[in-house]
C-alpha cells in the first residue's frame, strides 16, 4: 500500500525578534524632585502616557503631572497636573488615559481625554480607602470602567462613570479581570490554595457564569487578544487559551515555570509573558515555544503589544523599596534576513520529515507535536525526522533555526 502524506497548510512562519533597548523617559521639563519613576501606558507604536509624582514636604504635599508622547519618549510635554499622587492604569484608544488619583488616601478613578491638542479631564464615581483599594481596570469606553474593589469582605466589581457608581456584584478571594469589549468580560478569582476560578460575562458584568475551575495552573490573571481568545497566566507559569468561551482549552508551560505578572496579546498565537524573575518570554506558536529575554531588573510589570513592537515596563526591588521604573521595546523583525512566508521547510517521504534548511542556516530543533500539545519527537542535531512506526492523524511539526521558526500541520497515513 502507497502511503499518502498530506500538508494542510502553514500555520505558523515568523523571523526571529528583534533586539530589546531601553527607551529614555526624557520627561521634560521636569520640576525639581521628580524622577523617571512614574508609571505609564504606551497606547499605540511611539504614544505613550506617563506619570511623574513630586514629594514636596510634609506640609505641602506631593504634585502630580502627566506627560505624553508620540515619538517613544525622545520628547514628550506635560499635559495635565493636580495635587496627590497618580498612577496610570489603562487607556482607551490613543486619546484616553485613565489614572488613579490619591489624596491623603481617597482614591480616585480619573481620566484625561486629548483632542487638538487640548486635554479635558474627567473624575469617576467616588472609591476611599475605607470602603476597598484598587489598583487595575477594564475600560468598557471613555465614560465607562469595571474595576475590581478589594476589601477584606471581598472582591466588589464595580462599574464607575463620571456620574456615580455601581456595585455590579462581590466574588471572593482575590480578582484580577479582563474585558474583549462593553459586553463581554472575564475575571479570574483566588480565593487561597491552589483553586482559581474563571467567570465569563456576556452582559457588561451584571451576570457572570463559571468556565473553569482549575486546581493545577495557580491562574490569576485574564487577558483578550482582538480576534477573541481568551489567555489565562499565573503564578504557575503556565498560559491557557480559548476559542470557545470555556468548552476547550490549550494549556503549555513557559519554561522555567516563573510567576508570570503581565501579558500583552496580538492574535490567538502571539503573546508576550513578563515575569517576576526580569524575563519577557514569547511566542509565536500558541505557547508550543517560547523564546525569553532577560532585563537585569527584578521583574516584569507591564507589557503592550503592537504589530510592529513591544513595549516592557520593569522594576526593580531591593529590601526597603521599589526603585524608578524602566521601558524597553523590541521592534520586530529589524535587521533580519527575509524569508519566503510561502515555503515549506519540510519535504516527506514514506520513512518520515527531512528539514529543508536555506544556505547557511542553522537547525536549532525539530519536535513533532499532536494537537492536544504532547510532544512524540524531538531532534536538535540531525534533520531527518522518523515517523514510520507512528499511528495516523494530525500532527504539528515545528522547526527552529537561527533564522526562523516554523510549524505546520499534516496529516500522517502510514505505509506500513
Known amino acids: 500500500m502507497r502511503f499518502v502524506t498530506i500538508l494542510v497548510a502553514m500555520w505558523q512562519v515568523s523571523l526571529l525578534s528583534g533586539q530589546w533597548t531601553q527607551v529614555p523617559l526624557s520627561l521634560q521639563p521636569l520640576p525639581f524632585g521628580e524622577t523617571s519613576g512614574g508609571t505609564g501606558v504606551m497606547v499605540a507604536d511611539g504614544q505613550g502616557y506617563w506619570s511623574m509624582n513630586t514629594y514636596l514636604s510634609p506640609s505641602s504635599g506631593s504634585t502630580a503631572r502627566l506627560h505624553h508622547t508620540t515619538n517613544d519618549w525622545q520628547d514628550s510635554g506635560p499635559i495635565y497636573a493636580t495635587g496627590g499622587i497618580v498612577d496610570v492604569l489603562g487607556s482607551y484608544g490613543t486619546d484616553v488615559v485613565f489614572f488613579r488619583h490619591n489624596a491623603s488616601g481617597f482614591y480616585r478613578l480619573r481620566s484625561v481625554k486629548l483632542s487638538n491638542g487640548e486635554a479635558t479631564e474627567s473624575q469617576f464615581g467616588f472609591v476611599n480607602a475605607y470602603q476597598g483599594y484598587f489598583s487595575e481596570i477594564a475600560p468598557l469606553s471613555d465614560t465607562a470602567c469595571i474595576i475590581p474593589v478589594w476589601s477584606l469582605t471581598g472582591t466588589r466589581i464595580t462599574k464607575v462613570f463620571p456620574s456615580g457608581s455601581q456595585i455590579l456584584d462581590t466574588i471572593a478571594g482575590d480578582v ?241
Not at 223 to 239: E, K, Q, R
Open 176 to 416: 484580577h479581570l479582563s474585558f474583549l469589549n462593553a459586553e463581554e468580560g472575564a475575571l479570574v478569582s483566588r480565593t487561597g490554595g491552589d483553586t482559581s476560578i474563571v467567570l465569563l460575562t456576556e452582559n457588561g458584568g451584571v451576570d457572570w457564569s463559571v468556565i473553569l475551575v482549575d486546581t493545577e495552573h495557580l491562574f490569576d490573571r485574564p487577558a483578550w487578544s482582538s480576534d477573541g481568545t481568551l489567555w489565562l497566566i499565573g503564578a504557575g507559569g503556565w498560559v491557557a487559551r480559548t476559542s470557545d468561551t470555556g468548552n476547550t482549552w490549550n494549556m503549555h508551560e513557559v519554561p522555567g515555570a516563573p510567576r508570570l505578572l503581565c501579558i500583552a496579546l496580538i492574535n490567538m498565537d502571539k503573546a508576550w509573558v513578563g515575569s517576576n524573575e526580569g524575563e519577557v518570554h514569547s511566542t509565536m506558536d500558541g505557547g508550543l515555544t517560547w523564546e525569553s529575554w532577560m532585563s537585569n531588573d527584578s521583574l516584569v510589570s507591564n507589557i503592550w503589544a503592537f504589530e510592529n513592537v513591544i513595549y516592557a515596563e520593569t522594576r526593580y526591588w531591593n529590601t526597603f523599596s521599589y526603585g524608578a521604573r524602566k521601558l524597553y521595546m523590541n521592534r520586530l523583525n529589524v535587521g533580519l534576513p527575509q524569508l519566503s512566508p510561502s515555503r515549506s521547510a519540510l519535504s516527506i517521504d514514506e520513512l518520515g520529515i527531512t528539514v529543508q534548511l536555506n544556505d547557511n542556516e542553522i537547525l536549532r530543533s525539530v519536535r513533532l507535536i499532536q494537537p492536544n500539545g504532547h510532544e512524540v519527537l524531538s531532534e536538535t542535531s540531525t534533520i531527518k525526522l522518523p515517523m514510520s512506526g507512528l499511528a495516523n492523524g494530525l500532527y504539528l511539526v515545528q522547526v527552529l533555526t537561527d533564522r526562523r521558526r516554523l510549524v505546520e500541520k499534516l496529516i500522517w497515513q502510514s505505509p506500513y
